[in-house]
């Protein structure tokens, strides 16, 4: 299985409205519930008036669509980095899963994951 490296830090945060979020940035994830409002962005797009926020992420995609009959992906690569330590904040779209990783583990994530015969690009 391969998976891409994606090359901007990432933020994952807080915000009061939806119209704190730049709906025109290139790369973000909005999570709405009845409790809160979270985002996931690129940093430098990070609303300047958050609830909370965490910088420091970096993050990984699965590459190609993912079949939705496909079953434990996410499962396996989370088992792999939890039994080495390395937590993760995972999200996903239609089409596959991202997984995000604190920036000070992410090369030990990447290496991990090679090591369990994960082509990494």
Known sequence: MELKRLSDDLTVCKVKSMNDINLDAEFFFIGKTDEEISLVCKTEDTPVDTIEREDGWNGFRIQGVLDFSLIGI???LSTILAE?????FAVSTYNTDYILVKSENFEKAMNVLKEQGYLVV
């Open 74 to 76: 996410l499962s396996k």
């Open 84 to 88: 080495n330590e390395i937590g993760i």
